[in-house]
């Protein structure tokens, strides 16, 4: 099974800054990496899939980098309600399986 | 607009049994793969099963494997989990999803989420 580990475990920050998260995997994924947000009582809502493609009515101010094993989500300046836990995923390997979670919160 | 609605979840004594549906709306149900996902309370996501569009394949995590049964009813755009068996590690919120839109096949991302139903295992 692949492991996903994501970093840093919680960000605190402030609207308007940069915001970069990682995603490390314990073997490579190719780009079948994913990565979703989730806010409190809600269902999660995918972002990003195949590691740079946003999902349907996504802002662009989300974007996804990386390949392999070594996977970043930028968000470009950040908005009220972007902040929410991320998680990604990895597809390249049966089980597919999530990372952690990385909790942005408010500074 | 596409909504997935899950219900059948509750309060259950371990080695009891369960069956969730999700009721699907505003895309073809037919031609997508459907996963149910869990989370357990405060925890991270799990990816529990997998059925193709046309139910013809199945797929299930190993903790799961030989308890859970998904199943689905393209006639009335339904999916189902059918849970025997529970222990209290299967706590969680299901939530079901549909496969990665334009895939082509089974791809194992999760393009469009219900807002979950909460399964309590406990005595």
């Known amino acids: 099974e692949i492991v996903l580990t994501q970093s840093p475990a919680t960000l605190s920050l402030s609207p308007g800054e940069r915001v970069t998260l990682s995603c490390r995997a314990s073997q490579s994924v190719g780009i079948n990496l994913a990565w979703y947000q989730q806010k409190p009582g809600q269902a999660p809502r995918l972002l990003i899939y195949?590691?740079?493609n946003r999902a349907t009515g996504i802002p662009a101010r989300f974007s996804g980098s990386g390949s392999g094993t070594d996977f970043t989500l930028t968000i470009s300046s950040l908005e009220p309600e972007d902040f929410a836990v991320y998680y990604c995923?990895?597809?390249?390997?049966?089980?597919?399986?999530f990372g952690p979670g990385t909790k942005v919160d408010i500074k | 607009q596409v909504q997935l609605v899950e219900s059948g979840g509750g309060v259950v004594q371990p080695g009891g049994s369960l069956r969730l549906s999700c009721s699907a709306s505003?895309?073809?149900?037919?031609?997508?793969?459907m996963h149910w996902v869990r989370q357990a309370p405060g925890r991270g996501l799990e990816w529990v099963a997998f059925i193709a569009y046309d139910g013809n394949n199945k797929d299930y995590v190993d903790a799961v494997k030989g308890r859970f049964t998904i199943s689905r009813d393209n006639s009335r755009n339904t999916l189902f989990l059918q849970m025997n068996s529970l222990r209290a590690e299967d706590t969680a919120v299901y939530y079901c999803?549909?496969?990665?839109?334009?895939?082509?096949?089974?791809?194992?991302?999760?393009?469009?989420w219900g807002q979950g139903t909460l399964v309590t295992v406990s005595s």
């Open positions: 999803a549909s496969d990665l839109t334009n895939c082509g096949g089974a791809c194992y991302s999760f393009d469009f």
């Open positions: 505003g895309f073809t149900f037919s031609t997508y793969g």
């Open positions: 995923q990895q597809r390249s390997n049966w089980p597919p399986t």
């Open positions: 195949d590691v740079s």
